[in-house]
């Protein structure tokens, strides 16, 4: 039997890593075991991993090309292992209807280095005007970059987002109580907390919970409290920055974005959480802006960029002893994949071979400068990293030897199911 390529390589399969050969076939894994003939086989070194899958984001592409587009974007995406992005609809012109949607979709298809979905936005009024073919309904409960908050949902629409059959992410903090906390002028990451309060989040949390949807998502939780809130009842994303950050951290408006980053104290809580496996994914919720709209803190937008980062930040985790990798593993590659119903996130026949080689004991540390967004000013710059140095996606390697060999081949995702 003849094939399109073979790999070969320490597979992390069936939950353990082993020495395999796994074959493709338009893009798919058709055959697993050792000694497979058929093609040339090409040795991937180091630990082979599934590519992860970001559901989280902001590409600002378009409409804010300035900050970032689906080139720069889907190409950061490739450095950090990422084959797969699910971009938020809170553009300029917000995706809130069926031609908007489009519109979007057209622009970027020739674009992307990597696979990617594409969110609509629900705004309390237009559920019966979303694109059928949206990956995902993304809800704003209270307001942040380019969106209004959704207050009320009504039961006819709730019905419409539940039909679609696809995940509704939550923007989790409460309308009503970030009024009653508004600052007029802040000037630091604490009073930037002090204006959205935790207990915003809270209160949208045990509003998630009630909401009778199938597929719910509440989005970038940044205190352990909301996981009772929600009492299971809806999958919870937790970002790396709300992980590893906090406001008492000389980040400037470079750490300012929605929700806050909380207390160290928070902080510790939230990443003991995460490493008891207390969440179900771990997004980026990358949102970059240029370095103008951060200069002074009172009027800097909110946002982080973080797609590259994502999971090298964690697999340096993993090579210092403090997580174990299924943990990241779970989260950041076979979670989120399965959450968006593709076939992708796991080592197995008739999945997307698209994976990623690293080596573990080649950690090195963030640097800004190497990062390949349009604005790559990181509040992670200097943090311990890992790297893939090579990235195969559809079958056909696009990273080798950390230099980026492909060409702008990502597929939208409801082409490949």
């Known amino acids: 039997m003849s094939y399109d390529a073979i790999y070969s390589g320490r597979f992390y399969f069936r939950d353990e890593f082993r020495e395999l050969e796994v074959a493709v076939s338009d893009g798919v894994i058709s055959h697993i075991g050792k000694a497979i003939t058929g093609a040339p086989v090409t040795k991937l070194e180091g630990a082979v991993i599934p590519a992860g899958t970001d559901i989280h984001v902001h590409f600002r592409d378009p409409g804010e090309t300035d900050k970032e587009d689906f080139s720069t974007g889907s190409l950061s995406a490739v450095y950090g292992g990422t084959t797969t992005v ?19 979709l ?3 298809s020739s674009r992307s280095y990597c696979d990617f979905g594409l969110y609509s936005l629900y705004n309390g009024k237009n559920a019966d005007l979303l694109s059928p073919s949206s990956s995902g309904i ?6 942040s970059t380019n969106s209004t908050a959704v207050e009320q949902v009504s039961d006819n629409d709730l019905k419409i987002l539940d039909s679609m059959n696809v995940p509704v992410v939550f923007h989790g903090e409460d309308a009503a109580c970030l009024k009653a906390n ?10 930037h907390d002090r204006a959205r309060p935790e207990q915003c989040e809270l209160t949208s949390a045990e509003v998630i919970s009630r909401l009778p949807l199938k597929k719910k998502i509440m989005a970038h939780i940044s205190t352990p409290e909301s996981l009772p809130k929600l009492k299971g009842k809806a999958m919870a994303e937790v970002t790396p920055h709300h992980i590893l950050l906090n406001n008492e951290m000389e980040l400037g408006s470079w750490g300012k974005v929605n929700p806050p980053l909380r207390s160290r104290d928070t902080q510790r809580k939230l990443m003991d959480s995460y490493f008891r496996g207390s969440f179900d994914i771990l997004s980026s919720d990358h949102a970059p802006h240029t370095e103008h709209e951060k200069e002074e803190f009172f009027q800097a937008s909110a946002g982080i960029i973080g797609v590259e980062t994502r999971i090298p930040l964690m697999l340096a985790l993993v090579a210092n002893k403090t997580i174990p990798f299924n943990l990241v593993y779970r989260t950041a590659i076979a979670n989120p994949a ?12 008739g999945y997307f071979a698209d994976f990623m080689a690293v080596r573990f004991s080649e950690g090195t540390r963030v640097n800004q400068d190497r990062l390949h967004s349009k604005t790559p000013i990181s509040p992670f710059n ?3 990293a890992v790297f893939p140095h090579s990235v195969v996606m559809h079958g056909e390697v696009i990273l080798e030897r950390n230099e980026f060999v492909g060409d702008r081949n990502g597929k939208f995702v409801g082409n490949l199911k």
Do not use: T
Not at 182 to 191: A, G, K, N, V, W
Not at 338 to 349: D, E, F
């Open 106 to 108: 057209s622009s970027v």
């Open 86 to 104: 699910y971009d938020m609809p809170n553009n300029l012109v917000p995706v809130s209807d069926y031609s908007v949607f489009q519109d979007k």
């Open 382 to 384: 200097g943090f311990q």
């Open 138 to 143: 993304k809800i704003f409960l209270g307001g």
């Open 182 to 191: 508004f600052i007029p002028e802040e000037h630091s990451l604490m009073d």
């Open 338 to 349: 399965a959450a968006m119903g593709i076939r992708k996130g796991m080592i197995q026949l």
